[in-house]
């Protein structure tokens, strides 16, 4: 079954682009990705620009709306997803804990419907 593990911090409280400390979070990243390909569990994956860059889109009575940024005041913004294939929730949830962010954030991991 196909998970979608979504990765969510608050941006705030992120390394510093370019310090020691987001040089470690990124070696473990590389290293989460670099396993879950070798083992054929990861089927995608990627980051997302932080949510300054975001736009979220509405329709209303026929009419398109934008606005900057994400659709709600949260705390922990979405900062990436993988895609895990795995055999159960309880091999997922194993994955999810082993990516950097589960440390100082969440990862929220939902079954992917398949539909026949």
């Not at 083992?39 to 997302?48: Q, R, S």
């Not at 860059?53 to 993988?82: C, I, M, N, S």
């Amino acid at each position: 079954m196909k998970y979608m593990c979504l990765i969510h911090a608050d941006e705030s409280r992120l390394p510093k682009a370019g310090s020691t400390e987001m040089g470690k979070l990124m070696e473990g990243y590389m290293a989460f990705t670099k396993d879950i390909q070798e083992k054929k569990v990861m089927v995608a994956g990627d980051p997302l620009e932080p949510t300054a860059t975001a736009t979220t889109v509405r329709v209303r009575d026929g009419k398109t709306e934008t606005t900057d940024g994400p659709f709600a005041e949260t705390k922990e913004q979405l900062g990436g997803y993988y895609i895990i294939e795995c055999k159960d929730l309880d091999e997922a949830i194993a994955y999810a804990a082993r990516i950097p962010t589960a440390a100082f954030g969440s990862i929220e991991v939902r079954p992917i419907m398949v539909f026949d």
